[in-house]
C-alpha cells in the first residue's frame, strides 16, 4: 500500500532452491490448467520458467527460515527506524533456509525492514513484532545467493486473518499464464537476537523484482538489459513530467528507476515517449502503436486476474501497485504487486465501492489510460471479458478455490500461532477497516467472494 489516497481512504473506512523448482507450463494454458498448488506460467515464446517459490513444496514441508542477528546490529536497525520509519538501511545477519532435511545457509546477509502504511516498530530482542523484512544476501559479499537468487522478501499476513489472499493471487497469475507476476509461498520464520529466539510465526516468503527476477524471465522478456520501473501511488500514466527519479534510498519518487540507475536520463525520456504516445494517440493509430509497444494480450489477461481478485488498489482504480521493464527493444510489460487486500478486502476508494460487484469494464477511472483505451478496441474488450469468464468458471470457480485454500490451511494451521502473540489463528474474514465485512472465503453461499466476482463476471 502506498501513501496518500490509500491512507485517506483507509483513515476513512476506520473512522467508518532447497526446493524442487517446478516448470511453468508453456503460453497458452489458460487459467484451467493444472491441479498443484504451486503450477506456473508459461512465457510468451513456449520456453519453460522454472519457479522460484512455489506455495508448499512437493516435499509437503512447510519450509523454515531462520534468521540470527547480533544485540548491536539489531540495535543499529531501531535507532535507524526511529531516526527514520521508512529506513531502508541495512544491517549483516545470518540466514538459513530449512525444507526437510535440506539446508541453505547465507552468512553476512542484509536484512531491512519493508513497507509503506504497513511499517512499524520491529520491537526489542525476545519481544519482537510483526514486521515486513527484506533480505540481500550480496549486500556485504558479492554474489551470495539463496535459491538460486540475491533477494527475497518476507512478509507477514497484515491485515489478512486468512492467511492466504496474496498466496492465492500469485498463483492464480501462475496458473492463468502471466509469468510477469512474482512467485511467493508460505515459510515459518524464526529470529534470533543476541540468543533470544522468537518464533514469528507462518510468513509469505516472495521474490523480489530486480535483477534476478529480470534473469529468470530473460527470454521471454527478450533481454534483461532494458529499464525496470517501480510506480506508486499516482502513478497514472498520463503525465510526461511526473516524478521520476533513479533508486536512491531517499526519496519515494511516483516513477521509480529499479534497474541501471547510471542510464537515468535515456529511461526517463523513453518513460516520457512512452507516456506521450499512450496518451497522444487515439483511434486506429493508437491500437496499432499498442500492438507494437506492448505485449497487450499478456496485458489483458494479466487484468483479468487483477480484477477477478478483487484488486482495488491497482493502477486502473487508485493509481498504484505496479512495476514494468521495457525490455531492450522497447517493449513495455506490466508487472503486478502488492496483493494483500483482495478477495473481497473492499474500500470506497476511487471509483469503487464493492471490489465484489463492480463492474469489471468499469473497474477504475477512464483517465487512467492504459486499460481503459485498450478495452475501447471491441476485439480487445472481449479477449478481456473471455479471460474474466475462463477464470471464474475455472481456477477460481468457488468449489476449486475453496479447495485450494484449505488445503494450503491444513498444511500450515499447526504453525500459525506464534511468540508475537498477533494474529494467532486463521480465521475466515476480510480486514477490519475494510466496508464489505460480510465477504467469505472458505465457504460458498450469497457472501462467498468468489460466487459474487462470478456473478458479476457472467453478467458481461
Not at 483479468?304 to 491497482?314: I, L, Q, S
Not at 527493444?329 to 463492480?358: H, M, W
Request: proline fraction near 4%; charged fraction near 25%; include cysteine.
Amino acid at each position: 500500500m502506498k501513501r496518500l489516497a490509500y491512507i485517506f481512504c483507509l483513515a476513512a473506512a476506520v473512522a467508518a532452491a532447497c526446493t524442487k523448482q517446478e516448470i511453468i507450463p508453456a503460453a497458452g494454458a489458460g487459467p484451467n490448467s493444472g491441479s498443484s498448488s504451486s503450477q506456473g506460467s508459461g512465457s510468451q515464446d513456449g520456453t519453460d520458467i522454472p519457479r522460484l517459490i512455489p506455495v508448499l513444496p512437493e516435499s509437503g514441508n512447510v519450509p523454515e527460515v531462520r534468521i540470527t542477528v547480533t544485540d548491536k546490529n539489531w540495535k543499529t536497525l531501531l535507532d535507524a527506524f526511529n531516526k527514520n520509519n521508512n529506513t531502508q538501511e541495512y544491517i549483516p545477519a545470518d540466514i538459513e533456509y530449512k525444507d526437510g532435511t535440506q539446508v541453505q545457509k547465507v552468512t553476512g546477509a542484509g536484512l531491512r525492514l519493508k513497507g509503506n502504511t504497513s511499517r512499524r516498530y520491529p520491537g526489542e530482542a525476545g519481544n519482537l513484532n510483526h514486521v515486513h523484512f527484506g533480505l540481500h544476501f550480496s549486500e556485504y559479499t558479492e554474489g551470495q545467493k539463496l535459491l538460486g537468487t540475491s533477494r527475497l522478501d518476507l512478509k507477514w499476513f497484515k491485515d489478512d486473518p486468512s492467511y492466504c489472499r496474496e498466496v492465492f493471487c500469485y498463483d492464480l497469475f501462475h496458473r492463468a499464464g502471466v509469468w510477469t507476476a512474482i512467485s511467493s509461498g508460505y515459510t515459518r520464520l524464526w529470529i534470533t537476537v543476541g540468543g533470544k529466539e522468537t518464533y514469528m510465526g507462518v510468513y509469505e516468503l516472495m521474490e523480489h523484482v530486480k535483477g534476478d527476477y529480470l534473469k529468470r524471465r530473460q527470454s521471454a522478456f527478450e533481454g534483461r538489459d532494458g529499464h525496470l520501473w517501480k510506480a506508486r501511488w499516482g502513478a497514472n500514466l498520463r503525465d510526461p513530467n511526473a516524478w521520476m527519479g533513479a533508486d536512491d534510498n531517499k526519496n519515494d519518487y511516483t516513477y521509480e528507476l529499479k534497474s541501471d540507475e547510471t542510464d537515468f536520463t535515456a529511461a526517463k525520456a523513453q518513460l516520457q515517449e512512452f507516456i506521450k504516445n499512450l496518451n497522444g494517440k487515439s483511434g486506429e493509430a493508437f491500437y496499432a502503436w499498442a500492438q507494437q509497444a506492448m505485449d497487450v494480450e499478456l496485458l489483458l489477461k494479466t487484468y483479468a486476474v487483477n480484477v477477478a481478485v478483487g484488486m482495488w488498489d491497482d493502477y486502473w482504480n487508485n493509481t498504484n501497485n505496479y512495476y514494468f521493464y521495457f525490455n531492450p527493444e522497447g517493449k513495455f510489460f506490466f508487472i503486478p504487486y502488492d496483493y494483500d487486500n483482495t478477495l473481497g478486502t473492499s474500500l470506497n476508494c476511487g471509483v469503487q465501492s464493492d471490489a465484489g460487484r463492480q463492474s469489471p469494464l468499469k473497474w477504475g477511472s477512464s483517465d487512467n489510460p492504459l486499460i481503459s483505451k485498450l478495452l475501447g478496441k471491441p476485439e480487445w474488450k472481449a479477449l478481456y471479458v473471455s479471460y474474466l469468464k475462463e477464470l471464474c468458471s475455472g481456477e477460481m470457480k468457488a468449489e476449486t478455490a475453496i479447495s485450494r485454500i484449505k488445503g494450503w490451511h491444513k498444511a500450515i494451521s499447526p504453525y500459525v500461532s506464534n511468540d508475537t502473540g498477533e494474529d494467532m489463528k486463521i480465521e475466515d474474514r476480510p480486514a477490519s477497516w475494510g466496508n464489505h465485512k460480510e465477504y467469505r472465503i472458505l465457504s460458498d453461499g450469497s457472501n462467498c467472494f468468489f460466487s459474487v466476482k462470478a456473478s458479476a463476471v457472467n453478467s458481461l
